[in-house]
C-alpha cells in the first residue's frame, strides 16, 4: 500500500484545480502509469487551453502548452521526430472535441502513434462553464441557461464510439474517476493505452469523465454521484477497442 | 552555374539539404509544388511529412517538430498563411525556431492566383495576435530563394525565431538555373524536447510578461542591429531612389540601368530583408537626393509606409515619397521608365 500511495516523481507540484475537481486524479493516474511503465523521464506533454492548462504547473516533464484545440496537431509533430519518447496529449472535452475536433480526429484517422487523454467534465470548465459538445441533454450551462437542447446544438459527441468504429486505432476506452473502483479501471485503460504506444501499435484514446462540482453547481460527492447515475447513461464505460494480443 | 530548376521545387530541394527534417503543410496554389516535391524527398532522407487536415493543424505539427529542436517548416499562401497565423505568434512567443515559406498570391480573402507581394505589411508586422516580428526575408531569383532559404533557417536557430521566406507565385513557379547547397548533417537544438526535461519551462501561470517585454525589445534591438540585407545600386549621387524588392525589385534594377542609360540620375535599394527593414541601407544615398519611389505589386502600397518611416528619420527636411503600386503580376522596366517619366512631369504625387 505505501508503495501505491508514492506520489510520482514529475508530478510533485502543487496544482491549482478547483475543490473536488478530478483532473488531479487523472494526472496522478498518467503519472503513476508512467512510472510503473518506466517511461516518467521519456515523455513529452502537448497541453490543451481550458483546465487542463493547469498541468503545465504540476509537471516537471517536457511540455507544450498548445493553441486550443491543436494537441493532437502538436503531438503528431513530436512523435513523427521524435519516436523513441513517448508523446501524450492531455486535453478537456471543449479543447479536444469543439474546437480541436478537427485534429483530434485526423490524428486518431491517421493512427498516430501517440496517447490522447480526454477529460470530459461536460462543460468548457476553465471560462465558467459553457456548453461543449459533450454537454448532457437538457444540462444548463451559461449559455445554455434553460438547459442544453439537442435539436438546436446537436447531442452529445461520443468520440471514444466515433474513433472505435470508424478508424484503425490501437486501444480506445472511456473511464471515470469517481468511485476506487472506477478509478482502479481507468488506471488499467491509461496503462493500456501507453502500453499501446510504447509498443507502437499505434493511436491510443482514453477519455475520462471527470467532475467539475464548481461549474454543475454540486458539492463534490454530488458531482461524483452524478457522474454514475446521468453521465454514463450518455458515455458509458469501457473498452471500445482492446489491443491485439501480440 | 547550376542546373534550370523550378523555383519550389529548389526550395524544397535546398531545405532538405539544410537538414529540415519535418514538413507539414496543406496544398495551395501557387505553393503546392513544396508539399509534392517534399512529400516523396523527405522519406528518403529519415524526415517527417505530414500532409495535414488544414493549414492550421500544419503550422501546429511544426510546432511539435520545432519544439522538438528539429528544422521544421511549411510553405503555404495567401489565406493559407492567413490561417497558419495562431501558429506563427504561438511559435514567437514559444522562442522556437522555424521557417514559413509564404508563395505569395494576389488578393484578399481567397484572393486570386496572380503573383503578388500584396502580404508585405502582414508578414513584416508579425501577421498573429501580440506584439512580434519574424524575420522576413524577399528574393529576387530562384538561387537567391535557396540561399536566403538557408539564412532563414540559420537565423531563426540564432534568435530563437520566425523566418518567413516571402517569394512570390511566379518566382516559385519559374524555372531559373540554381546552384543547390551541399548537405548539412541536421541536428537537435539544445532547446529541444528530449523527453527527460532537460530544458526546464516555468509554468504557464507563472510568466512575467513585464520581463518578457524587456527580452522581446533586446532580441528585436539585436536584430535590427545585425540582420538588415538589402542590395543598393547607383544611391551615391541619384535624384531619386527607387525601392522595391523581390521580383518587381529585379525589374527596377533593370530600370534604372536603362533610365541611367538615358541620363537618369537614379538608383535603387533592393529591399531583401523586409524585416528588420534595411534603415542602413538609406546613410549611402545622395544627401541631396530629391525623392524616393516604392515599385510594388500590390493595390494600396505597403512598402511606401516603411520607406516613409525611415526617410523621416533619416532626413531632417521632407522628401516626398512617392508609391508605383502595379497590384499584381511583376511591371515590366518599360512601365517603371514610363511611370518616372510622369512622376518627373508631376502626374504622380507623393504618397507621404
Known sequence: MAKSRKIPEIAQKTSTFCPGCGHGIAIRLITECLEELGQDKNVMFGIGVGCSSLL???LDTDRLHCLHGRASAVCTGMKRVSPDQMVISYQGDGDAYSIG???TTSAAYRNENFTVFVINNTNFGMTGGQMSTTTLPGQKTTTTVHGRDCTKTGSPIKFPELVSSQFEAAYVARGAVTTPAEINKSKKYVKEALTAQLNGEGYSVVEILSPCPTNWG???KQSMDHIMTSVVEHFPLGEFKTREAK | MGDMIKGNHALAEAAVRFGARLYAGYPI???????EYISWRMPEVGGAFIQAESEIAGINMVIGGAACGIRSFTASSGPGISLKQEGITQLYDEELAAVIINVVRYGNGIGTLYTAQCDYLRETRGGGNGDYRAIVLCPESIQEAVDLLGEAFDLSEKYRTVAVLMTEGALGQMMEPCTLPDFIEPKKNPWGFDGKYSYKKIGIFDRDSMKEAVLINEKHDAIKANEQRWEAVDV???DYVFVS???PGRSTKGAVKA?????HKVGIIRVISAWPFPEKAFDAVNPDVKGFVTV???????????????VKKSYAQNKPVYCLPYVYGIPSTSAIQDDYNRLLAGEIKEAF
Do not use: C, H, K, W
Open chain 2, 296 to 310: 510594388e505589386s500590390n493595390a494600396t502600397g505597403q512598402l511606401v509606409e516603411d520607406v516613409a518611416l525611415t
Open chain 2, 259 to 263: 533610365l541611367r542609360e538615358a541620363g
Open chain 1, 101 to 103: 475536433l478537427a485534429e
Open chain 1, 56 to 58: 503545465g504547473g504540476v
Open chain 2, 245 to 247: 524588392f523581390g521580383l
Open chain 1, 218 to 220: 454540486m458539492t463534490p
Open chain 2, 29 to 35: 496554389t501557387p505553393s503546392t509544388e513544396i508539399m
Open chain 2, 236 to 238: 551615391e549621387d541619384a
